[in-house]
């Protein structure tokens, strides 16, 4: 069983930046994928970024784009979110998710073909 659990969290005035964590335990090179959703009130949970362990190439949401990065960092086994130019509606909770099956890979941003998934951090923006 893979835990996955995020970490960085909290509130930030608009137009600040957060870096979100989500720790696999030991098992982040195992994955093919990890990828960041988040879920705003009232909304439907929504594919934000991915990174494809294998290639060490990203995938963004164009809602996104320009202003999150996914990365990696092997020796701590952590993959962040660092998300830049944070607006209200940026608010909701976070959570981190790994593994794709490969027939579903053009399918990233859809939560229902990740395998595992954190508990979420929450992300106020004011």
């Known amino acids: 069983h893979v835990q996955l659990v995020e970490s960085g969290g909290g509130s930030v005035q608009a137009g600040g930046s957060l870096t979100l964590s989500c720790a696999a335990g030991?098992?982040?090179?195992?994955?093919?994928?990890m990828g960041w959703f988040r879920q705003r009130p009232g909304k439907d949970r929504e594919g934000l970024a991915v990174l494809w362990i294998g290639g060490a190439t990203t995938t963004y949401a164009d809602s996104v784009k320009g202003r999150f990065i996914i990365t990696r960092d092997k020796g701590k086994d952590l993959v962040y979110l660092q998300m830049n130019g944070l607006q209200p509606e940026d608010t909701g909770i976070y959570y981190c998710?790994?593994?794709?099956?490969?027939?579903?890979?053009?399918?990233?941003?859809?939560?229902?073909?990740?395998?595992?998934w954190g508990q979420g951090t929450q992300v106020t923006v004011s």
């Open positions: 998710a790994a593994d794709v099956p490969r027939r579903y890979w053009s399918n990233w941003a859809i939560p229902t073909t990740y395998e595992y």
């Open positions: 030991r098992y982040t090179s195992k994955r093919n994928c």
